[in-house]
C-alpha cells in the first residue's frame, strides 16, 4: 500500500440495530452519525475495520 493512500470512509445506514462490537468499530474510525465522512490512512488496521462494519458504510480510495 502506497504511503500517501487514504480511505474516505462514510456511514450511509443507521448503527442503532447493529450489534455493541460493530457500533464501537464505527467509534474507533471516528464516525459520528449517517452521512458522516472521515478520511483514515489505508493501514491493514483500518482496512480490517472497515471489514467488520462493510454493511452500515461506503468506502473510496483516494490517492493523495
Known sequence: MAQNKQLKITQVRSSISAKADQQATLVGLG???????????????VRGMVRKVRHLITVEELNG
Do not use: A, F, G, Y
Open 31 to 45: 464516525i459520528r452519525r449517517r452521512m458522516h465522512t472521515v478520511l483514515r490512512e489505508d493501514t491493514p488496521s
